[in-house]
């Protein structure tokens, strides 16, 4: 029991609370479950009126409560305990280290001239904080300043100010160790000036040194702190009128407390929240302090069985003369150590893998396949896909729900569109390896289980079947010689808010809702056909049978042709780009290979990386399509400008669809608008036309709704509600324009420039993530810094 009260409980406790503080510092802002722009708008929700201020732990979102305004305590004090902590690390590390080398010189000389410690005294008494706020006040306020300016004369200033009392404490502990016998040995024994500083005083005062640079964090936390009280906050503080209130720009902790300091007549925790964290920071740096003087003074008692005078509680650490010392096995205070330093280490990389968890919209199922494909000298293709379903939810299933579309094709169907019919035969399902029951409804392929699918669990499913394509069909079609070959498998749904989202199949715009998959495919095909699918590397055209395989996709689609020809091009980055067709139309393939290329590269050079290492461009009647790698594009349309308009539009479908995905028939906008707004700009931008040559398709789609009088509408609305396609194409595109052109200086000095960049940081954010209408404003807002009711012309939240 006596060696726990020897314990040196403040160096230990210090060490892991500062741990703590470094790494909020380092992975706070990831950890935020909220950005500094989003607030809690006021809601209904089970009964109850949500509105802020909201109270501490009343709900999940906002643990730590929000401010008056909305704003998530929790998630401020997040991205601002960062500048708190380092910006006094700065501030004591630059004082410290200018204060420590004069005063060791200063302390070196034989007198001391009376006006310094005649200035040493009188600075002594005064307020550090007064001067910075006579320094800081005039560029403090809604300044024009960037942050980052001011937080670097903000540095400087209260470094300098500060380093004149470091001088004077390590010029008199300097002279008083000059007047010890062992300096006075080495100064007999002529050593320099450089090497008594350097070998024998600096030595003898590193723990000092040690212990007055945590103190001196803990004092300039006191003057952020104290300066917060008038108003000064650390990185600028925004004023308001009407009524009149000051706001941190950068949330540190001082300037929390600073803004919140009113509401201690109520709304009491939008004040005692940061004033707690802030207390814990001050005193975390305490602790460490008082345990390491605790240790040294322990470490360097010279007789501590003697009981003389003071007596260490701690017991010394000494080393043994000539002893080596051991690094491994390590063991008591330093298996601690290293013990800490794996929590630091892994917690961190925990919250690094994790960081976009929250970002999207959550998909419960996923599914892998392999699926087998053989074709006879009929076009009637004999199909078994073997899926392995997974149940990422909690829930229990009870069924299986798949997208079966070639079903909606067959005899009887109602699409105007499609001239023929496409024939299916379900020979047998197999759910882990026991026949199942079925039920094919139009396009849904229902699949019920004996036993429930419990949540996290797995299933095998297998289908056999047999299809063949309708003659000119949508996606799903036969075209002469060539068979197109889209959604020709059955597709899992998805799984989300508790059911499964699984709506009716529209040849109008795509209607179908999956998430990302792998595939690996095999194939057989009679003489003649070559095979072109989403895979990232066919076989060579003359192979008639093989195995492909890709990772995540949204659908893996198929073109088996015949007598086509093959052009081929090189992107950015190696990616190769290959156009068949054949030579029955007047487009010109040379142009059209060009344009490809350099629509490719430049998304490649302006948004990201292509997502595959080919991308195929097929030529052929049907519609301008696209699907992961490929795209389709009819060359017998008379229009040669939407022609070209098509090619770059189904390229960047390549990023706005196949890589950031969306639900087609509820958010069908989210990838046609956005990509609609990205073809306009490649136009403005890579060919450099006028504004309104460039946006003349999204502004002719709007023209048109005006003229037909259909009125307003959303863009954010279901695929059987749509009055026509230009509001989800068009709209979005002129929106989004309008905003580029009146929020671009807030990111830089050029409308296009931000234009892409906007686009490059969207896509880079929801990369193999969904992507609904409250996550395009979540991000957007927090992005341009506007208000949710900015969009409310054209999107309904």
């Given at each position: ?50 509105s802020p201020p909201m109270e ?723 991000f957007t807002k927090d992005y ?9 012309g054209w999107l309904n939240k």
């Amino acid at each position: 029991m006596n060696k726990l009260f020897k314990l040196n409980y403040s160096l230990y406790i210090g060490i892991i609370c500062v741990s703590v503080l470094l790494f909020l510092c380092i992975f706070g802002p990831m950890m935020a479950s909220h950005s500094l722009t989003e607030t809690l708008e006021t809601q209904y929700t089970d009964g109850k009126v949500i509105s802020p201020p909201m109270e501490p732990f009343e709900t999940v979102d906002y643990p730590l409560g929000t401010d008056k305004w909305g704003y998530d305590l929790l998630s401020m004090i997040l991205h601002g305990i960062r500048y708190t902590v380092f910006i006094a690390l700065a501030i004591t590390l630059i004082k410290m280290i200018v204060g420590t080398v004069l005063g060791l010189y200063i302390g070196q000389w034989k007198r001391t001239p009376s006006w310094m410690v005649a200035f040493e005294n009188a600075w002594s008494y005064v307020p550090l904080f007064l001067i910075l706020y006579f320094f800081m006040r005039p560029i403090n306020f809604n300044s024009q300043l960037e942050t980052s300016t001011l937080l670097g004369y903000f540095i400087v200033i209260a470094s300098i100010i500060s380093i004149p009392s470091i001088v004077s404490s390590v010029r008199l502990k300097t002279v008083e160790l000059n007047k010890s016998v062992y300096i006075e040995a080495a100064k007999a024994l002529g050593a320099s000036k450089n090497r008594l500083i350097w070998r024998h005083i600096f030595p003898q005062l590193k723990e000092t040194i040690l212990v007055m640079f945590i103190l001196e964090i803990v004092y300039v936390i006191t003057i952020m702190g104290q300066l917060a009280l008038v108003n000064i906050f650390v990185g600028g503080t925004l004023r308001r009128f009407d009524p009149l209130i000051y706001l941190s720009v950068t949330k540190e902790l001082s300037g929390l407390v600073g803004q919140a300091r009113l509401n201690i007549y109520g709304n009491t925790h939008i004040l005692i929240v940061p004033l707690i964290v802030l207390l814990f920071t001050t005193i975390s740096f305490s602790l460490l302090a008082n345990g390491l003087k605790n240790r040294f003074q322990s470490n360097y008692a010279r007789t501590p069985w003697i009981r003389i005078g003071q007596v260490p509680r701690m017991k010394p650490v000494r080393k043994k003369f000539g002893e080596k010392r051991k690094l491994w096995p390590p063991r008591g205070e330093s298996l601690a150590i290293l013990a800490l330093f794996l929590v630091f280490i892994g917690a961190g990389t925990y919250v690094y893998l994790t960081k976009d968890s929250d970002v999207g919209v959550k998909n419960y199922s996923k599914a892998a396949y392999d699926i087998h494909l053989a074709m006879d000298e009929n076009g009637l293709f004999d199909t078994e896909a073997t899926i392995q379903v997974k149940n990422k939810s909690e829930d229990d299933w009870d069924e299986l729900v798949f997208y079966f579309i070639p079903n909606v094709f067959t005899e009887g169907h109602s699409f105007d569109s499609v001239k023929g019919n496409a024939t299916v035969k379900v020979k047998e399902i197999e759910v882990n390896g026991e026949k199942a029951d079925y039920s094919l409804k139009k396009d849904t392929l229902k699949i019920p289980l004996v036993d429930n699918m419990k949540g996290k669990s797995k299933h095998t499913v297998k289908v056999a079947y047999e299809f063949t394509p309708p003659e000119q069909g949508v996606r799903f079609s036969k075209e002469k010689d060539n068979y197109y070959l889209a959604q020709w498998y059955p597709m899992l749904a998805t799984y989300q808010n508790g059911k499964w989202n699984k709506e009716d199949y529209s040849d109008g715009v795509e209607t179908y809702h999956v998430g990302f998959s792998d595939y690996k495919v095999t194939y057989k095909l009679p003489e003649g056909y070559s095979f072109i699918s989403s895979a990232e590397k066919d076989p060579k055209p003359e192979a008639n049978e093989g195995s492909v395989k890709i990772k995540k996709i949204r659908d893996f689609f198929i073109a088996v042709t015949k007598d086509m020809d093959i052009h081929e091009a090189t992107a950015n980055d190696g990616v190769k780009i290959r156009l068949f067709t054949k030579n029955d139309h007047d487009k010109n393939i040379d142009e059209s290979l060009k344009l490809a290329k350099d629509a490719l590269s430049f998304y490649q050079e302006k948004i990201g990386a292509y997502p595959h290492k080919q991308l195929d461009i097929i030529l052929d009647n049907g519609p301008f399509m696209e699907y992961p790698g490929i795209v389709t594009i009819n060359p017998y349309i008379q229009d040669s400008n939407f022609y070209r308009l098509s090619i770059v539009h189904e390229i960047a479908h390549q990023y706005f669809y196949g890589v950031v995905a969306n639900d087609q028939y509820n958010e069908g906008w989210v990838d046609e608008g956005i990509t609609e707004f990205a073809t306009s700009l490649y136009f403005y931008i890579a060919e450099n036309q006028w504004e309104g040559q460039a946006f003349a398709t999204p502004k002719y789609r709007m023209e048109w709704i005006r003229e037909a009088g259909l009125g307003r509408q959303y863009s954010n609305v279901p695929v059987h509600e749509l009055k026509d396609t230009g509001y989800i194409y068009g709209q979005p595109a002129v929106e989004l324009l309008k905003m580029m052109k009146s929020k671009y200086q807030l990111k830089g000095d050029d409308v296009k420039e931000v234009s892409m960049q906007f686009l490059s940081d969207y896509y880079h954010h929801f990369m193999y993530k969904e992507v609904d209408t409250s996550e395009f404003i979540r991000f957007t807002k927090d992005y341009f810094l506007v208000p949710s009711g900015y969009f409310n012309g054209w999107l309904n939240k």
